[in-house]
């Protein structure tokens, strides 16, 4: 399989990005339209038999999250873009905005539709500058159009400053608030409790792009592409040692081999080297050794069954030179970073992970690192004390993928 252009605009394009114009290329004042004529409950099944799953790294179902926002009590609700995008190794987002931010942002305004949100906010990774004058510059146009303002949406864009913890939605809504980045107890779930404590829809960028491109067209267009599980196509951030790397699109279900080896995708491994392992689905994610990629495809069940995950679409290729000891003590680093240190296991856990990282003894210490990673899994408040020690684990669960 090769790649497909859906998500990211077709080279053909040549309009402006923030334009009127794109906006009728893309067929998304069509989905505009066709959503200002529909009931919230019709464009919740509609969005529930596209089978979308979220792509900011938990694969919630879309639609279950809308119907729930939808029905929950509250005279103010509220929907987020989650453009934060501090995971390592991923970039997929800032792509999809400078080359197409109407597609996220039409899918912000049809999710507000839907959910009955009259304010809605764009959250932007500190880094981003670029992407939020692309934001500015398509916001000021739909505003020009009637899509955004008083009588409709207003849309406001928030910069993050810098801190990975902050993509975590309920961290991100007490920055939002003017709060420290802190995540908060679930439940309750910001579905019924989010930002100023009334309900919030948020999602990531790619989601909202997805949304946009299925109304633009149908369900049944939206399922030309993918697989019996998942249905349409995924960007993929693929970095490290490869010819090509860059942010790629490709339906669900593609072989693994043929994104990382296809000319018009990663190309093959670089400087004529085998490939040693993929990290996928960025720092919380899960090493491949070349075995496993050889038998995987980009789908959830495939990936389930290699005890790994897709995760935001993050690719990070390593040939068979790299010390992956060397990359875990990078890892184990940027988490103890940044933790929020609010809670212990993770505050604690994530240092001692670095000592032990940095004391050379990854592989003697395996069953400490097990127990830590346990009492990190079930005690941790967010996810990513929660997952910090995943990708470690993975790798002292294949112990050929280390050369010491
Ligand atoms: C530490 C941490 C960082 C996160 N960063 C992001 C992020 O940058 N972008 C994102 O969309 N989701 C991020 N998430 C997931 C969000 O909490 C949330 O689940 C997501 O925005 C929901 O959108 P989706 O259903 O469209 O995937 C992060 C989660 C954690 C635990
Ligand atoms: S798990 Fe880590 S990042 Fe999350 S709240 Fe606890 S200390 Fe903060």
Same mark, same amino acid.
């Given at each position: ?7 990211? +605009? ?90 197409? *931010? ?29 992407? &939020? ?22 849309? &406001? ?11 975590? &939605? ?12 802190? *995540?908060?107890?679930?439940? +309750?779930? *910001? ?22 491109? $299925? ?44 994104? $990382?080896?296809?000319?018009? $995708? ?23 050794? *070349? ?9 959830? +069940? ?42 212990? +296991? ?59």
């Amino acid at each position: 399989m090769s790649e497909v252009r859906r998500l990211l +605009p077709r080279p053909d394009i040549q309009s402006s990005a923030t334009s009127v114009e794109r906006l009728t290329e893309r067929g998304f004042d069509h989905a505009l339209s066709r959503i200002s004529t529909m009931t919230s409950e019709d464009i919740i099944e509609e969005v529930s038999a596209s089978g979308i799953k979220g792509r900011g790294g938990a694969a919630f179902p879309t639609g279950l999250k809308w119907s729930s926002v939808y029905k929950a009590l509250g005279s103010e609700k509220y929907v987020v873009m989650n453009a934060d995008e501090s995971e390592l190794g991923t970039f997929k987002d800032r792509v999809l905005l400078e080359q197409d *931010p109407l597609g996220p942002l039409v899918g912000l305004l049809i999710a507000a539709h839907c959910v009955g949100a009259r304010k809605a906010f764009c959250y932007i990774r500190g880094e981003y500058g670029e992407v &939020e004058q692309n934001l500015a510059d398509a916001l000021e146009m739909l505003r020009m159009t009637g899509w955004v303002g008083p009588h409709s949406v207003e849309v &406001e864009i928030r910069r993050g400053a810098g801190a990975y913890i902050a993509g975590e &939605e309920t961290a991100l809504f007490n920055s939002i608030e003017g709060k420290r980045p802190e *995540p908060r107890v679930k439940p +309750p779930f *910001p579905t019924q409790k989010g930002l100023w404590g009334s309900p919030t829809l948020i999602q990531n960028v790619e989601t909202l792009a997805n949304i946009a491109i $299925l109304f633009a067209h149908d369900v049944k267009w939206f399922k030309e592409y993918g697989t019996q599980d998942t249905a349409g196509t995924k960007l993929v951030a693929l970095s490290g040692h490869i010819r090509r790397p860059g942010v790629y699109e490709v339906p669900f279900g593609t072989a693994l081999t043929d994104i $990382l080896q296809k000319a018009d $995708l990663g190309g093959s491994i670089t400087s004529g080297r085998s490939l040693g392992a993929v990290l996928l689905g960025g720092a919380a994610g899960t090493f491949l050794g *070349p075995k496993e990629v050889e038998n995987a495809s980009l789908d959830y +069940p495939s990936l389930n069954k290699a005890g790994a995950s897709i995760g935001s679409g993050a690719m990070m290729v390593f040939d068979d030179t790299v010390d992956l000891s060397w990359v875990l003590t990078r890892m184990a680093r940027f988490f103890a970073e940044e933790s929020c240190g609010q809670c212990v +296991p993770c505050r604690i856990g994530t240092r001692r992970i670095l000592e032990i990282a940095e004391s050379g003894n990854l592989r003697t210490r395996s069953q400490d690192l097990r127990e830590l990673g346990q009492a990190m899994r079930d005690a941790s408040i967010c996810g990513l004390g929660q997952t910090a020690p995943v990708a470690l684990l993975s790798v002292l669960d294949r112990p050929e993928l280390m050369h010491d």
